[in-house]
C-alpha cells in the first residue's frame, strides 16, 4: 500500500504561485504514475496533471497548460504540483494520487491523499 500526504496548500491572490508536495510512504513510488485531481465545492472532482512513472510523459488538463508543472523526484519519493498564473477558478481541494504503472486522466487510481485546500482569491 502507498500512503499519500500532500501539503503546500493556502490562500494565495490571482496571479500569484504555490508549489504542492505529495509525500509518498509505505512503498516507493519509482513504478507508479501519479497525479493531482481538484475538487471544488458543489463540483465533481476532476483531472489536473500526470506523470508516467518514468518522469517521460506528463498530461495537463487544457484549463491548466501552460500554468501547472507537474514533476517527481522518485529518491525522494515526493510529487509536485507547481501552480503558477493563479485564477480564481483554481480554487479547490488538491488531491494527490497513484496508480500503478500507467498513467491516466481518469480517476481509476489506486491509491489518494486527504487533499490540501488552495484558495485563490482577487
Known amino acids: 500500500q502507498v500512503q499519500l500526504v500532500e501539503s503546500g496548500g493556502g490562500l494565495v491572490q490571482a496571479g500569484g504561485s504555490l508549489r504542492l508536495s505529495c509525500a509518498a510512504s509505505?512503498?516507493?513510488?519509482?513504478?507508479?504514475?501519479m497525479g493531482w485531481f481538484r475538487q471544488a465545492p458543489g463540483k465533481e472532482r476532476e483531472f489536473v496533471t500526470a506523470?508516467?512513472?518514468?518522469?517521460?510523459?506528463?498530461y495537463y488538463a487544457d484549463s491548466v497548460k501552460g500554468r501547472f508543472t507537474i514533476s517527481r523526484d522518485n529518491a525522494g519519493n515526493t510529487v509536485y504540483l507547481q501552480m503558477n498564473s493563479l485564477k480564481t477558478e483554481d480554487t479547490a481541494v488538491y488531491y494527490c494520487?497513484?496508480?500503478?504503472?500507467?498513467?491516466?486522466?481518469?480517476?481509476?487510481?489506486?491509491?489518494w491523499g486527504q487533499g490540501t485546500q488552495v484558495t485563490v482569491s482577487s
Open positions: 494520487a497513484a496508480k500503478w504503472m500507467v498513467a491516466t486522466m481518469n480517476d481509476d487510481y489506486n491509491y
Open positions: 506523470i508516467s512513472w518514468t518522469g517521460a510523459n506528463t
Open positions: 509505505g512503498r516507493s513510488i519509482s513504478t507508479y504514475a
